[in-house]
């Protein structure tokens, strides 16, 4: 059940991102067709359902023709429980390390609670990732990862900050100390010199798909 419900919070986030991007480039709202081809929906059906859990939950308004769907107003959809809205990051890189500190002014990410598993949303981000060396653990360059900040444990993928740069890696520990590992055989794992500190702890991965 909770695998479901998942899914189809994650459905939800898909589209409620391509409506807000279209109206953003396009100055008008995109149709049903529109929103199945992007999103890769097998029929107009599976995006009036959607679009019914979101207007269900005052995230849009329909009215009867064919660019009907019209966003609530952002600061409304700030207000209302049913949504959260984080600060988005531009990348941390799931390859080599590189800098990245969360210092750049960040952008702002809505989302539906199905979407995060967070425990508090006041200690939470979103980082776009670039690099595919967590390939194997299913996070892929381009997608959005949300992260915690909160105690990591072994096991764990999580951005860190090694020895003053920035990565996304699987946290083990090993020998009385810990290590990064990448989850793609091509890159190695990474031991601190000097410094490893958490930055948070990842809890859901958000993928786009195209159709």
Same mark, same amino acid.
């Given at each position: 059940?909770?695998?479901?419900?998942?899914?189809? +919070?994650?459905?939800?986030?898909?589209? /409620?991102?391509?409506?807000?991007?279209?109206? !953003?480039?396009?100055?008008?709202?995109?149709?049903?067709?529109?929103?199945?081809?992007?999103? +890769?929906? $097998?029929?107009?059906? #599976?995006?009036?359902?959607? =679009?019914? $859990?979101?207007?269900?939950?005052?995230?849009?308004?329909?009215?009867?023709? *064919?660019?009907?769907?019209? /966003?609530? &107003?952002? $600061?409304?959809?700030?207000?209302? !429980?049913?949504?959260?809205?984080?600060?988005?990051?531009?990348?941390?890189?799931? @390859? =080599?390390?590189?800098?990245?500190? +969360?210092?750049?002014?960040?952008?702002?990410?809505?989302?539906?609670?199905?979407? /995060?598993?967070?425990?508090?949303?006041?200690?939470?981000? %979103?980082?776009?990732?670039?690099?595919? *060396?967590?390939? !194997?653990?299913?996070?892929?360059?381009?997608?959005?990862?949300?992260?915690?900040?909160?105690? %990591?444990? *072994?096991?764990?993928?999580?951005?860190?900050?090694?020895? +003053?740069?920035?990565?996304?890696?699987?946290?083990? $520990?090993?020998?009385?100390?810990?290590?990064?590992? #990448?989850? &793609?055989?091509?890159?190695?794992? =990474?031991?601190?010199?000097?410094?490893?500190?958490?930055? @948070?702890?990842?809890? *859901?991965?958000?993928?786009?798909?195209?159709?």
């Amino acid at each position: 059940m909770k695998t479901a419900e998942r899914r189809s +919070g994650d459905s939800r986030q898909m589209v /409620l991102d391509f409506i807000e991007a279209y109206a !953003d480039e396009n100055h008008r709202p995109p149709t049903v067709r529109e929103i199945q081809e992007h999103c +890769g929906f $097998k029929s107009p059906r #599976a995006v009036s359902y959607i =679009l019914e $859990k979101l207007e269900a939950t005052k995230l849009i308004i329909r009215q009867a023709h *064919s660019r009907g769907i019209q /966003l609530v &107003n952002p $600061k409304s959809a700030e207000d209302d !429980d049913e949504t959260v809205q984080l600060p988005l990051f531009d990348s941390i890189p799931a @390859g =080599l390390p590189d800098r990245f500190d +969360g210092s750049e002014a960040p952008q702002t990410m809505r989302f539906l609670p199905a979407t /995060l598993g967070i425990a508090d949303p006041q200690r939470a981000f %979103a980082v776009r990732v670039r690099g595919d *060396s967590m390939r !194997d653990a299913g996070i892929l360059s381009g997608d959005t990862v949300v992260l915690e900040k909160k105690e %990591a444990r *072994s096991g764990d993928i999580v951005a860190a900050l090694l020895d +003053g740069e920035s990565t996304l890696k699987r946290l083990v $520990k090993a020998n009385g100390g810990y290590f990064l590992k #990448a989850e &793609n055989p091509d890159y190695p794992n =990474l031991e601190p010199i000097e410094e490893l500190a958490i930055q @948070g702890v990842v809890v *859901s991965v958000l993928r786009r798909m195209v159709a």
